[in-house]
């Protein structure tokens, strides 16, 4: 279930920051969890077959599609926004999605993708696990894609650790209504973790920071270690640079909580990101004057 108060507050503050409906918004304890029960029901409900995907990656933003029993198919990257490019001529009977990956927070124009998943009867999966909260919108500003991934995860935006989100587009009820029914039956019905991966969740951050400490030279052995007592949740476990995945899991108290604290800084965050990597696509016009830390910075309007 998407579980206590803290869990409802949560979704509500993502649906405030999109323009959504809190209904629509899942919780999971991580992003790679939402998109394994995203390509498992595809793959039960439409049946296997390929995802057309970016080669630029993760690999836990690949395995959900293998462990579903899919296959993907890598397209081009356009050089502009890092993500696929026109990918038309990849798309065939045996094709279910296609995944726009907003890569480092660069959501590039999204209307050709949906152009070509409505012509193919295709569902349009958007992995905004590098911006969470931000979705690519139409020319009228409504979401483009039919389900989003977003991610509160080890090296994201927001310094938690663990959290991740999926937003299923309502209007998937009336162009997918099997798939539609399935993903937000399975999303509701994740199981929470257990007593071992919430003590993992719980001193993630206090062991990383201890960690990062060591002189140099004792960290590398110090962290396999860790992970190897299990003590460490690694971003990327070893067996997932295989391929596999463990079952999907839902959020619970302590992230939701992290979560009510840093979503509401997330403004801010993204002003650090635009300062630092001018990664934002907008023109500097469409960005507004704020004060950060009692200096001049600039934001997204
Ligand atoms: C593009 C992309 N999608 C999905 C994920 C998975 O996010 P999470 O760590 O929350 O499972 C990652 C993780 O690095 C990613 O880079």
């Given at each position: 279930?998407n579980?206590?108060?803290?869990?409802?507050?949560?979704?509500?503050?993502?649906?405030?920051?999109?323009?959504?409906?809190?209904?629509d918004?899942?919780?999971?304890?991580?992003a790679?969890?939402?998109m394994?029960?995203?390509?498992?029901g595809?793959?039960?409900?439409?049946?296997?077959?390929?995802?057309?995907?970016?080669?630029?990656?993760?690999?836990?933003?690949?395995?959900?599609?293998?462990?579903?029993?899919?296959?993907?198919?890598?397209?081009?990257?356009?050089?502009?926004?890092l993500?696929?490019?026109?990918?038309?001529?990849?798309?065939?009977?045996a094709?279910?999605?296609?995944?726009?990956?907003?890569?480092?927070?660069?959501?590039?124009d999204?209307?050709?993708?949906?152009?070509?998943?409505?012509r193919?009867?295709?569902?349009?999966?958007?992995?905004?696990?590098?911006?969470?909260?931000?979705?690519?919108?139409?020319?009228?500003?409504?979401?483009?894609?039919?389900?989003?991934?977003?991610?509160?995860?080890?090296?994201?935006?927001?310094p938690?650790?663990?959290?991740g989100?999926?937003?299923?587009?309502?209007?998937?009820?009336?162009?997918?209504?099997?798939?539609?029914?399935?993903?937000?039956?399975?999303?509701?019905?994740?199981?929470?973790?257990?007593?071992?991966?919430?003590?993992?969740?719980?001193?993630?951050?206090?062991?990383?920071?201890?960690?990062?400490?060591?002189?140099?030279?004792?960290?590398?052995a110090?962290?396999?270690?860790?992970?190897?007592?299990?003590?460490l949740?690694?971003?990327?476990?070893a067996?997932?640079?295989?391929?596999?995945?463990?079952?999907?899991?839902?959020?619970?108290?302590?992230?939701?909580?992290?979560l009510?604290?840093?979503?509401?800084?997330?403004?801010?965050?993204?002003?650090?990101?635009v300062?630092?990597t001018?990664?934002?696509?907008?023109e500097?016009?469409?960005h507004?004057?704020?004060?950060l830390?009692?200096?001049?910075?600039?934001?997204?309007?």
């Open positions: 279930m579980g206590p108060s803290s869990g409802g507050e949560v979704r509500r503050i993502l649906a405030n920051a999109t323009g959504t409906d809190p209904d918004w899942h919780l999971c304890l991580k790679r969890y939402g394994a029960v995203v390509f498992a595809l793959a039960d409900v439409e049946g296997v077959g390929q995802v057309v995907t970016t080669p630029y990656t993760c690999a836990t933003a690949v395995n959900p599609i293998l462990v579903a029993g899919l296959t993907p198919v890598y397209a081009d990257l356009d050089p502009a926004s993500s696929i490019s026109d990918p038309a001529g990849l798309i065939s009977a094709t279910r999605a296609i995944v726009a990956q907003n890569t480092l927070g660069i959501i590039g999204r209307s050709g993708l949906r152009a070509l998943a409505d193919h009867h295709l569902v349009l999966v958007e992995d905004s696990a590098h911006c969470v909260a931000r979705l690519a919108r139409g020319d009228d500003g409504q979401p483009l894609a039919d389900v989003s991934i977003h991610s509160a995860g080890i090296e994201k935006v927001l938690i650790g663990f959290g989100a999926v937003w299923v587009n309502p209007r998937l009820a009336a162009t997918h209504p099997g798939f539609h029914h399935a993903l937000r039956t399975r999303l509701a019905a994740l199981p929470v973790p257990g007593f071992a991966t919430r003590f993992r969740v719980r001193i993630y951050r206090g062991l990383a920071g201890i960690l990062a400490r060591l002189p140099r030279s004792l960290r590398p110090a962290r396999r270690l860790t992970i190897a007592a299990r003590l949740e690694p971003p990327v476990a067996a997932e640079r295989a391929g596999r995945q463990p079952a999907p899991l839902a959020s619970y108290g302590f992230v939701d909580r992290k009510l604290t840093w979503l509401p800084r997330l403004p801010q965050m993204y002003v650090l990101v300062e630092c001018k990664s934002d696509n907008r500097p016009e469409e507004e004057q704020c004060q830390n009692g200096q001049p910075a600039f934001r997204a309007r």
